[in-house]
């Protein structure tokens, strides 16, 4: 079973940075893409940034390109999430998803992680 847990989020300042982890176990994720996504209050979720597991391509939002990094460490199965120049329109839960390359469905997800940044 895939199992998927965040962790490295907080409370930050405007401009300053945070990096958010995804530990992932239950199989092997060569096959898979593994993502990152925010659902601000009151708002729906959105896609942040995706990253293939194989080939390392990765695929950002508009909102946070230039500003966010994605990561994976496959040796510790890890996925990053490097965010600089944090806005306060940053704010939301974080969620780390994966889905299997050859679909288009997310099927799994983290219980995600609280990230506040404060003007």
């Known amino acids: 079973q895939v199992q998927l847990v965040e962790s490295g989020g907080g409370l930050v300042q405007a401009g300053g940075s945070l990096r958010l982890s995804c530990a992932a176990s239950?199989?092997?994720?060569?096959?898979?893409?593994m993502g990152w996504f925010r659902q601000a209050p009151g708002k729906e979720r959105e896609f942040v940034a995706t990253?293939?597991?194989?080939?390392?391509?990765?695929y950002y939002a508009d909102s946070v390109k230039g500003r966010f990094t994605i990561s994976r460490d496959t040796a510790k199965n890890t996925v990053y999430l490097q965010m600089n120049s944090l806005k306060p329109e940053d704010t939301a839960v974080y969620s780390c998803?994966?889905?299997?390359?050859?679909?288009?469905?997310?099927?799994?997800w983290g219980q995600g992680t609280q990230v506040t940044v404060s003007s």
């Open positions: 998803a994966a889905k299997q390359r050859s679909g288009s469905r997310w099927n799994y």
């Open positions: 239950g199989r092997t994720f060569s096959s898979y893409d």
């Open positions: 990253i293939n597991w194989s080939n390392d391509n990765t």
